[in-house]
């Protein structure tokens, strides 16, 4: 079995829209591999031997946050899990966070270099504490993105605080950790209380580097991602199965942990 923790689409009348400003921002450094729409996603799953995804939407405006909600209840199936997509400076976000929990979502994305808030502001805390003590995961994007600069919006050192501050909960940060910094993720997260997927990664960390995290921090704490359409799930699964990991550990990453955290029998 193969759950992908991490991917994206639109609703089919923006998708193409979607498609082009997000290549534009992404400088054409990313090549997508499906269209971004729900049956564009599904198709790629049938092509990589994907049998669940679950799809982070971003909010980028206050106005986002409940027609999110709304078109991701629209997307729920044995195929498909849908996150929350809250916007963190809506006055509503409350009301959004318990609408989530209401409506059986398992948890929430936050991209602070399109929403524009720093991980380890404190000003966020309460908006995490809420989220997390009602159960939700929070799954951030992590590190570089084309559409910063540095310094980053997030980093390590950044996710150590949060979860220091937060003392339990469900955390996960994209990219393993930190896109493109991948030393401090050794530095600050190894060991820490936070999941990492393994999106956007295997084309750009080492196996070397790969393998000392995980046995560093625990392949109970890895889960696989693809980031899709930004990065080809199938190469992603052939290089994540082919890195010298046991077969529990491989178990671990690809579906198990995310069924625990999912709560899938």
Same mark, same amino acid.
């Given at each position: 079995m193969i759950i992908d923790f991490h991917t994206h689409i639109f609703p089919d009348?923006?998708?193409?829209?979607?498609?082009?400003?997000?290549?534009n921002n992404?400088?054409?450094?990313?090549? &997508?591999?499906?269209?971004?729409? #729900? %049956?564009?996603? !599904?198709?790629?799953?049938?092509?990589?031997?994907? *049998?669940?995804?679950?799809?982070?939407?971003?909010?980028t405006k206050p106005s986002q946050s409940m027609k999110n909600l709304i078109w991701g209840e629209s997307l729920r199936?044995?195929?498909?899990?849908?996150?929350?997509?809250?916007?963190?400076?809506?006055?509503?976000?409350?009301?959004?966070?318990?609408?989530?929990?209401?409506?059986?979502?398992?948890?929430?994305?936050?991209?602070?270099?399109?929403?524009?808030?720093?991980?380890?502001?404190?000003?966020?805390? &309460?908006?995490?504490?809420?989220? #997390? %003590?009602?159960? !939700?995961?929070?799954?951030?994007?992590?590190g570089? *993105?084309?559409i910063g600069t540095e310094p980053y919006r997030s980093n390590p050192a950044m996710f150590r605080k949060v979860v220091r501050a937060m003392g339990?909960?469900?955390?996960?940060?994209?990219?393993?950790?930190?896109?493109?910094?991948?030393?401090?993720?050794?530095?600050?997260?190894?060991?820490?209380?936070?999941?990492?997927?393994?999106?956007?990664?295997?084309?750009?960390?080492?196996?070397?580097?790969?393998m000392r995290i995980v046995r560093a921090h625990g392949a109970d704490k890895v889960l696989f991602a693809s980031d899709s359409p930004w990065s080809d799930a199938g190469k992603e699964i052939a290089a994540l199965g082919a890195m010298p990991l046991t077969e529990e550990e491989k178990e671990n990453i690809f579906f198990r942990n995310a069924k625990r955290l999912l709560g899938i029998s």
């Amino acid at each position: 079995m193969i759950i992908d923790f991490h991917t994206h689409i639109f609703p089919d009348a923006l998708a193409a829209r979607a498609m082009s400003a997000l290549q534009n921002n992404c400088h054409g450094e990313y090549k &997508p591999v499906h269209d971004l729409t #729900l %049956n564009g996603l !599904l198709a790629a799953m049938d092509r990589f031997g994907v *049998d669940i995804s679950v799809v982070m939407p971003v909010s980028t405006k206050p106005s986002q946050s409940m027609k999110n909600l709304i078109w991701g209840e629209s997307l729920r199936s044995d195929r498909i899990i849908p996150f929350a997509g809250i916007f963190p400076e809506a006055e509503s976000w409350r009301y959004n966070i318990d609408f989530a929990v209401d409506h059986g979502y398992k948890g929430i994305k936050l991209h602070p270099e399109y929403q524009n808030f720093e991980v380890g502001d404190e000003q966020m805390f &309460p908006l995490y504490e809420y989220a #997390l %003590n009602k159960g !939700l995961i929070i799954l951030f994007h992590a590190g570089y *993105d084309p559409i910063g600069t540095e310094p980053y919006r997030s980093n390590p050192a950044m996710f150590r605080k949060v979860v220091r501050a937060m003392g339990g909960g469900t955390i996960v940060a994209a990219h393993f950790g930190g896109q493109s910094q991948w030393d401090d993720v050794e530095r600050y997260l190894v060991g820490e209380n936070i999941y990492l997927d393994t999106s956007m990664g295997t084309e750009y960390y080492s196996e070397e580097q790969f393998m000392r995290i995980v046995r560093a921090h625990g392949a109970d704490k890895v889960l696989f991602a693809s980031d899709s359409p930004w990065s080809d799930a199938g190469k992603e699964i052939a290089a994540l199965g082919a890195m010298p990991l046991t077969e529990e550990e491989k178990e671990n990453i690809f579906f198990r942990n995310a069924k625990r955290l999912l709560g899938i029998s």
